[in-house]
Structures are given as C-alpha cells and as structure tokens.
C-alpha cells in the first residue's frame, strides 16, 4: 500500500526544465536587444539635435536667400506736348504825315539886306619871265646788285644771242626740249652769271651754258638809268 502511495517520477520534467531555460536566454537576448536599439535610437536623436543646431543659422536663411530678388520698376512719365508760342505780330501804327497850314495872315516880309562890295585890290603886273622855277627833286640812286625785272624796271633787250649746237649723242638719242637759265645781265648788257633751272641730259645743258655767257643786250633800266637785272634765258632743242 505505501507503494501505491508513491509518487512516481515524471518523464517529462527534464524537457520542462530545457524549455524554461531557452525562454529565460531569449527574454534575456531581447532585453539586451531592446537595450542596444534605445542606446543607438538616443544616439541617433542627440547627433540629430546637434547637426539641427550647427545648420540653424543656414536653415533660417536660406528661405530669404531664396527668395527671388525684387523687381526694378521703372515710373515713364508721359512728356506733355505744349505747342510753340506764336508771338502776335505788332502792326506798327501807321505814320500820319501833317501837312503845315500856311497861316493866313502873314507877318511882313523881310527887308532884304545887300553887302557891301568889297574893295578891289591893286596888284602890280608880275612878269611870269622871272618867276623862279623849282628844280625837280633827284632821282634815288640804283641799287647796287642786281634786281628783279619788276614795276618800273624794263627788261633788257636781246641784241645777239647764237644758238647751241646738238650734241651727237643727244640727236642719236632724240633728245628734244627746252634749258631754262636764270642770268645776271650787268648794266652794260653783259651776261655775267648763269644758272640752270632746267636741263636736258648728254651735254645739252653744258653747250648752252658755254653759248649763253656769249649773248648781248641792251641793258634793263630803271627811271632811265642802266641797272643790273635778273632775267630768265631759254633755249629750245627741236631735231628737224
């Protein structure tokens, strides 16, 4: 009978034991879990706040940056159109011309009053035979150089002038035109200077010069007297 009353020993109670041991290690595990996801969640929320903080200044203003600028506007003021004054013309006033009205009743005239002649003058007779007669006043003297063929100056007159021979290496060349010189013509009609002032190649300008101080004139003068002139010379080269 006692050991009807005994109890008798579970099977089973070693597997209970098992079971409540993995609940207790995932109770555990998810603790720690939970514990490790606040940590990281706080974490996150203060590093969070902290960049909230840094880019306050630029989070307030960077809608006024955004903002689109403000747009000029221009006020056009209407230019009004005033007509030119027109000034009236002032008609001057018409002249009236008075006529005197003679006066009707006239004083007496005048009495008309005569000089007395005057008394004439004996003058005894003069013979014009011993009236004096002033000497003309003398003449300015001529210059002492040579002087341009101007205003009273006469130019002087050709008297002998040869001509010069071609050359045989211009006519060969064909050469054909004028020399102009520029003399000095003494007061004795004489070539005494000659410049060229225009030439002609292969010895037409050399033979001219040789021929021209050979010419002869009647002299320039100036109020009468022979003076010493410049005068221009030419000579012209024309093959036939």
Known sequence: MQSKDKPRPQANAPDTQAEGGEFSTFLLEDAEDNKILKVSLWA????????????FP???????AEE???????MVQPIKYQPPKVEKQRIPPKQVKRVPIPDPTPDAPEPIRLDAPEPEIDLPDIDEDFLPIPDAPPAPPAPPGPILVTGEVRKPEKIHAPQPN??????????????????????????????????L????????????????FHPATLRGKPVDVYFNLTVHFKLQ
């Open 44 to 55: 996150a929320i203060g590093l969070h706040a902290v960049l909230l903080l840094i880019n």
């Open 58 to 64: 630029n989070f307030v203003q960077d809608p006024v």
């Open 68 to 74: 689109p600028p403000e747009k000029a506007v221009f």
């Open 166 to 199: 071609y050359t045989e290496v211009a006519r060969r060349a064909r050469i054909q035109g004028s020399v102009i010189a520029e003399a000095i013509v003494d007061r004795n009609g004489d070539v005494v200077s000659v410049k060229i002032l225009k030439g």
């Open 201 to 216: 190649p292969m010895g037409l300008s050399e033979e001219t010069l040789k021929v021209m101080k050979q010419w002869k």
